[in-house]
């Protein structure tokens, strides 16, 4: 009776899933048309052709549908099935995302290539975590106690640097009526149960699938008051991001977008970093791959991969993937904020992105925008980027994401469509120039062009724990950085020659603020800089300039100032070992002594000069 009862309800399934499929009408690259999909739901996942690709219903009319393939379509025929899954595109979060790669639509890149070597099979499928790895886990409840979506009801080391919280669905509320002893479980066992007020009891899982393009929520948004610390002086100097802020990098190509983002994956003191390769050359992905697993994290020094996860969409993977890549990227990000982590987002590019976008559209029959990019490109933007923010969770904790988009707009043309729009829904603008980059100062990054609207937010934190004059330094910087501008155009035209003292003395303390604070090399040991040294640089820079100023008004010649030996140690002074106490081994003290020698001497000078003049008086 067993036996028959199995193969009744393998009927029914089978008869089920026949009611839900349809069949291929019309291939259009990555678009498929299908009929027979009056029972499907809009946005849900499908298999598609003998092959089982993945795809999802983007257009509903009728009868027919217009399903998006995130696999290569090549060889797919007409009259081929499409099947239902009965989900939206989800993403499964649980343990073992850190320190691993996945493509745009969750797929275990590490894991395939074990299975099937270096090229994959189009209908390739895998859980995004291992089902039957076993995990150490400590509850973090009890029997009785009163949990509700985002709760911690478990504990598991992750890795060195992540402690996973095994967190309770949304959506799920009740008491506690079982949890696991401490010890080790399968990734696909229950850790909890969970008793509804219905009297219905709900197996709580070390996993959950999250549908990618909905936002998980939390309980209030916070004011992003503590900065994002990058070890970047240009950065944390100048146009500082805060935790839970949202920026972007646009630049031309060759200007170090890729590079900067690598820099701020490596050093950000967030707790988890997530970095989308969106659409960008598979060989600066590898260098991601390459350099990650050896580089040692500056806060805890363990290998900074124990505190990345990879999301790899290459410029030669599927297009329609690519779109995807953005939301499964943000939804692992959300999923590392609501157990409590400061979490660090790097989306290289979000031009590629639009272009997919565009690509998209254009085989739907969409009426094109500007560019040809379709008319709901900001909306899309801005559902992106308003995923990110400082909040306090349902399991209260404080966590923030700090999304960070590269844009590559052709030509470097900052007024093309993405560019454009971004600037829209971010409040901190890192404009590289092509100028600066061609000069070989990196980062290039125009102190004249950036931006950012976080300085008065991050302000009272930087000053008590970096500089208590962080925000004066900054202000001062950057009126020197700016008369300084206008100084250049004066000299390129007519030369230095005709300028007075005090433009040249601009001048001077401008070259030592681009060549000894602003520039960085980020394949060298100046790669991470502490905020501290940073600002010493800074502090050390702008006393000079302040006690130069004064002797030149005092009419002091400019030429023994420039003569000042100790110049050229401050534009190194970024190489050499800093101390709180001591600062650059007391280089900042003998600048000092030399100016005041300059100064003696000086009037010296005059009191020599005004002795001449009486004698030749008085004879």
Known sequence: MRGCERMEIEVKNMEAAAERMGRITMIDGPVV???GLSRFSMGEMTEVGELALMGEILQMEGDSGVVQVYEDTTGLRVGEPVRGLGRPLSVCLGPGLVGHIIDGIGRPLDRLMEREGSFLDRGSKLDPIDMSRSWEVTPTCKVGDRVCGGSAIAAIQ???????????PYGLEGEVESVVASGFCKTSDAVARVRRDDGTIVPVMMYHYWPVRRPRPYRDRLLPDEPLVTGQRVIDGLFPISKGGVA????????GKTVTQHQLAKWSDARVVVYIGCGERGNEMTQVLEEFPSLEDPYSKKPLMQRTVLIANTSNMPVAAREASIYTGITIAEYYRDMGYDVAMMADSTSRWAEALRELSGRLGEIPAEEGFP????????EFYERAGKVRTFGD???SISVIGAVSPPGGDFTEPVTRHTKR???????LDASLAHARHFPAISWMDSYSEYADEVRGWCEKNIDASWGELREEARAVLAEDDAVQQTIRLMGEDVLPDGQKLVALTASLLKNGYLQQNSFSDDSFCPPRKGFAILRMILDFHRQAKALVAEGCPLSLIRNIKELDEVIHARELPFDDGEGFGGLEKRLGEHLALVGRERLAHEDEGGAAADSEGTA
């Open 375 to 382: 008319a709901y490109l900001a909306t899309r933007l801005a």
């Open 248 to 255: 972007a990098i646009p630049g031309g190509f060759g200007t």
């Open 397 to 399: 904790r404080t966590a």
């Open 425 to 431: 829904f971010i409040r901190c603008f890192w404009a």
């Open 33 to 35: 048309r299908a009929s």
């Open 158 to 168: 992750e890795t060195d640097l992540v402690t996973h919280q095994v967190l309770v």
